[in-house]
């Protein structure tokens, strides 16, 4: 099978990258039905396995690119119906990160998708995560910082010929205090955005291990997830959710 690998990234951190992996992820595997594999490339400070609730494993992806055991034997199945390659939660020596691009080279043919979730900067270790992938979607937020940032990895992508399947403004709180989002769209001057809102049940999900579309789906935060997975997969998302999900979607937690 053709294996779509996908970075997400970003510039600033804090934006909502692990948090979008997690939940495309999740999107994918379930939804579409598409075999996935969410890689922590956050080599030097990981959490997407925290996310998914995972903690101890007995290899990480530090083991695999030290090149002390295969790929295969990283990758741990989930709960979430998607594969996990995880980081590692003890502080690494790791200083190459240029096995990346073979590692994932190995992987290709066993999935329909490999989400590759990047620390925030733009340096070496993002680097090297473009340098092995041929798509990516940059998250940002409102603001000028982050949209400073995206526009920085926007053109890092560009100058590797990696294709941009989207970016993701994350966290809109429509408060007068951030970029609006006619004036976010001017500057990023691209073709295909999504507005993720600012969603008191992401943070409840995350304390709660799981990706907030599997616990909420019709929340507002997981609808834009929902439809961003659908995208990424060709699809068009038509929201279906009864009056009686709504209101669920209301009083949830
Ligand atoms: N749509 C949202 N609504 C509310 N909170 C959100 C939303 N998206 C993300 N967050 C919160 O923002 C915080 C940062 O998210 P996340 O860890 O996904 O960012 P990150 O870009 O991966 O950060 P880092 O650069 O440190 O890896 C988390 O605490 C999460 O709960
Ligand atoms: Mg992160």
Same mark, same amino acid.
């Given at each position: ?97 240029? %096995? !990346? +691009?073979?590692?994932?080279? $190995? /992987? ?7 989400? #590759? @979730? ?52 994350? %966290? !809109? +709180?429509?408060?007068?205090? $951030? /970029? ?7 500057? #990023? @001057? ?64």
């Amino acid at each position: 099978m053709p294996t779509r690998k996908i970075a997400i990234l970003s510039g600033k951190g804090g934006v909502g990258k692990t948090t979008l992996t997690s939940n495309l992820s999740y999107v994918l595997a379930n939804m579409l039905e598409q075999k996935t594999l969410a890689v922590d490339a956050n080599f030097s400070t990981p959490d997407l396995s925290l996310h998914s609730g995972i903690y101890f494993t007995k290899f990480n992806i530090v083991d695999v690119l030290k090149n002390s055991i295969k790929v295969e034997k990283a990758i741990v199945p989930t709960h979430l119906n998607f594969d996990l390659l995880p980081g590692s939660l003890t502080l690494s020596s790791l200083t190459s990160f240029d %096995r !990346i +691009k073979n590692v994932l080279s $190995e /992987l290709t043919g066993s999935y329909d998708f490999i989400l #590759l @979730d990047c620390p925030a900067g733009l340096g070496r270790e993002v680097k090297n995560v473009i340098n092995s992938v041929n798509e990516a979607i940059v998250v940002t937020n409102p603001d000028l910082p982050s949209i400073v940032n995206a526009l920085k990895s926007l053109k890092l992508c560009r100058d590797f010929g990696v294709e941009i399947d989207c970016v993701v403004v994350n %966290r !809109i +709180k429509s408060s007068k205090y $951030e /970029l609006a989002r006619r004036k976010v769209s001017e500057m #990023l @001057d691209f073709e295909k955005i999504f507005f993720v809102p600012e969603d008191k049940n992401v943070p409840k999900s995350i304390t709660n291990k799981l990706p907030v579309v599997k616990i909420n789906p019709f929340s507002p935060a997981s609808r834009e997830f929902i439809k961003i997975g659908y995208d990424l997969a060709g699809l068009e998302y038509r929201i279906k959710s009864s009056v009686f999900d709504k209101i669920l979607s209301y009083f949830k937690f």
